[in-house]
């Protein structure tokens, strides 16, 4: 055999010895993420999280690999906690989740995930902005239109008592009609963007989901809100406070509806037709 066939019989033979190996790794890696599964199934999720990190190192290109990874990471999230070691967490899995959006922008499970984690951490405007990619990715999403009217309402009601408990007042929830206008007109200045969005979305999720008793039961906490901004305007603050009993009566007839229906079936956990952990 001359030099170049001994060469390329060489190359040959490390060529099918890279693929030989890149394979056994991808098996390995597919076993260490079937490991992962199985520990995130059973609530185990530092355990899942190694299972997973293997799994990626292994074989970085491994199909839900990341999101499966960022999904445990999210677990050890504690929601409202602001320490170091809660916040490094929670910026790990919302890097994951970028990493997969970074290949795939339109993944909706990594969008709203890390709309999630925000809200978790106390970042209101951050959860709304990402549960609005959501929806233009998925207009008709009815849990991301019910979150952004969540943290609408969040943010209103913060400024509220902020406004209201250092004047000398409670909030009564029925359009703060015995307050000083000059107090009652700083709310409406913060509020008025607040509520107007907040009615937008969470009336988007209850078309898109008509037995949504939650974003109804929202919609009367947002009307009360209203009857804030509309201080002045008896016949508005008495529009405002109707509608907002209008959909109280509304979300429970709708909740006692909906326990109806689960009482009738099997109940359980299910997971999506991706194969997204939950």
Known sequence: MNRTA?????????????????GCARLAARDQLNKGVESYKSGKYEEAIGHFQKATELDPSLPMAKSYLATALSQNIVPGLDTA??????????????DVLAKDPTDVNSLKQIAGIYFNIKKLNDAKEWQKKVLAVDP??????YTVGVVDWTLAHENVLKTLVPAGFNDDGQGNTKVPKKIMDVIKQE???LVEEALQYLNQAVANRPNYDDAMAYLNLVYRRKADVDFGDTSAVKA???????????????????????DKGPGGITMDSSGNLK
């Open 6 to 22: 001994r060469i390329t019989a060489l190359a040959v033979a490390l060529a099918g010895m890279v693929f030989s190996m890149s």
């Open 85 to 98: 070691e809660n916040l490094k967490t929670a910026q790990q899995a919302i890097s994951i989740f970028q």
């Open 140 to 145: 008709k999403d009815p849990e991301a239109a």
């Open 191 to 193: 509020n008025a963007p």
């Open 240 to 262: 405002d406070l109707a509608a907002a009993d209008d959909w109280r009566t509304k979300a429970m007839g709708t909740r006692k509806a909906n326990e109806a229906k689960k």
